[in-house]
């Protein structure tokens, strides 16, 4: 494919620029913006606030939305500000709305990191290993870097912008879906389409673009007993304890095969078409970047492409998260936790209605609560959830993203549904009646919301240089 002067010279400044991206990458990651920890608080506003300065320093409006204020761990805190960005309001131009989140996932040292998750630390193979470097701070810089490599170049971007940055992401988005909605004949009325890079290629090669995700129901269960923590030398065998009762109910929700037991929770999934099946079977994707992807050979369906694709991106799937409350340390502890809460989520597929998955679990769990006979008291609650999305591929929107992707890195990309959640981009797809797809910058095994997350140093400068595309093929394309 042919690339045009103004491309050539965007892609040689991109190159000429790595370290300077990298350094920026290096400040951000430096700043532990874990949304869902309250200590971490003003390091999230500590990073909304230097993307604000950056945004500015780069001649980008910038406005703050502050949604108010949440209770979390007991406490009343306030929510990071989202922040909007504008950068050009030509009418003769379309103009791209761009979502990106600045909160990152917890991590520690201990989980088995194997250097200081804040620290960016380079590796000889070219990963880039920090908390948030794929997800999603790399993405959210790199579109920073579009602007700023136009800006020295005297280029005139060919669309106007308007970012959308939240610091909540990790932790529910409270407030997002509102304020896109409020705006939506406001703020977001020129917006033409929408982008979202947050998430990830289906290997470790060939790029994507994403027209799909899962849903998100998130639940709190929790078993309440003794006034106060007990000696199990003294108490066990006298007392109802609360672990015994959690762990029961944790083991009714799903098999160790992936079956969810919840009556009725398949119920509305819609049946796989035979034209469904093709695609899933013409799918290149190597089962061995994905075992990789899992580092162990744990995989359920390990010589099956196609079931293990449905089951991440079209069926519903239920994962245990953990138990707040329970004795985790090294040591022997001898105790009867008095109060535990177990924690798991449900990824719902289109045309599961997360208030109907809430009252299933809901109903479920109360029912088998009181097959247990245990006096201890019993409470579920959804903490936070978001509606699975499914985009459509015939827009130009998509056009634009896959011809960027044959122009930077020269293959036609997968075109793939993913199985994690970014609530949003249903809401921006209703809200603005906008096409919305993902066009992700990083690789399958960054590690996301694990240990060692990563961003491949190549992926974020060819990621740079796509985004920059993408946006050129959109002013070529919709016209
Ligand atoms: N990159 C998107 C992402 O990681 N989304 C999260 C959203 C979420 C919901 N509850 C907690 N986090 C995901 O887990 O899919
Ligand atoms: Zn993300
Ligand atoms: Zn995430």
Not at 136 to 147: A, H, Q, T
Not at 197 to 214: A, Q
């Amino acid at each position: 494919m042919t690339v045009t002067k103004p491309l050539a010279d965007f892609y040689a400044h991109v190159d000429a620029n790595e370290a300077h991206y990298i350094d920026k990458l290096r400040e951000v990651v430096a700043i532990p913006s874990v949304s869902s920890d309250a200590a971490y608080r003003p390091k999230v506003f500590e990073m909304g606030a230097w993307l604000e300065k950056e945004m500015q320093r780069l001649g980008i409006q910038t406005k703050r939305h502050h949604p108010g204020k949440h209770v979390m761990d007991g406490q009343e805190l306030e929510l990071p500000p989202i922040v909007i960005g504008t950068f050009g309001t030509d009418p003769k131009k379309k103009t791209v709305a761009v979502y990106g989140h600045y909160d990152v996932q917890p991590a520690l040292e201990s989980d088995g990191w194997d250097s200081d998750p804040w620290t960016l630390t380079m590796m000889p193979d070219g990963r880039m290993v920090g908390r948030g470097s794929t997800d999603d701070k790399g993405p959210v810089i790199g579109w920073l870097w579009v602007v700023e490599a136009h800006q020295k170049l005297g280029l005139e971007l060919p669309v106007n912008l308007k970012f959308v940055f939240e610091g909540m992401e990790e932790t529910g988005s409270e407030g997002l879906d509102d304020m896109i909605i409020s705006m939506a004949k406001t703020e977001f009325k020129d917006v033409d389409c929408v982008c979202i890079s947050d998430n990830y290629w289906l290997g470790t090669t060939k790029p994507c673009v994403t027209y799909g995700l899962r849903g998100i129901s998130y639940f709190n269960m929790t078993v309440q007993g003794p006034a106060w923590d007990l000696h199990s030398g003294v108490f066990g065998g006298t007392t109802h304890e609360p672990m015994t009762d959690l762990i029961h109910l944790m083991g009714r929700l799903v098999t160790p095969d992936g079956t969810i037991l919840v009556p009725g929770i398949m119920e509305n999934v819609a049946p796989v078409t035979d034209a469904e099946l093709e695609i899933y079977k013409k799918l290149d994707v190597d089962m061995s970047d994905i075992e990789a992807s899992v580092g162990a050979k744990t995989l359920i369906y390990a010589n099956d492409k196609s079931k293990t694709l449905m089951n991440r991106w079209r069926f519903p799937s239920l994962s245990l998260h953990g138990i707040e409350g329970a004795f985790y340390a090294p040591g022997a502890k001898t105790v009867i936790p008095a109060k535990v809460t177990g924690k798991f989520s449900i990824r719902s597929v289109p045309n599961m209605d997360p208030k109907e998955i809430n009252e299933k679990v809901s109903k479920y769990l109360e029912a088998e609560f009181a097959k247990l006979n245990s006096k201890n008291k019993f409470k579920i609650e959804g903490s936070h959830g978001g509606k699975p999305w499914v985009g459509d591929l015939n827009h130009w929107n998509y056009v634009a993203a896959i011809k960027a992707v044959e122009q930077v890195f020269g293959v036609t990309p997968d075109l793939t549904r993913e199985g994690g959640s970014i609530p949003v981009t249903l809401t921006f797809q209703t809200a603005l009646d906008k096409s919305v797809l993902l066009l992700p910058m990083g690789r399958s095994n960054d590690g996301a919301h694990s240990v060692n997350e990563k961003l491949d140093k190549d992926n974020y400068i060819k990621g740079i240089k796509l985004l920059g595309t993408y946006l050129h093929q959109i002013a070529a394309i919709a016209k």
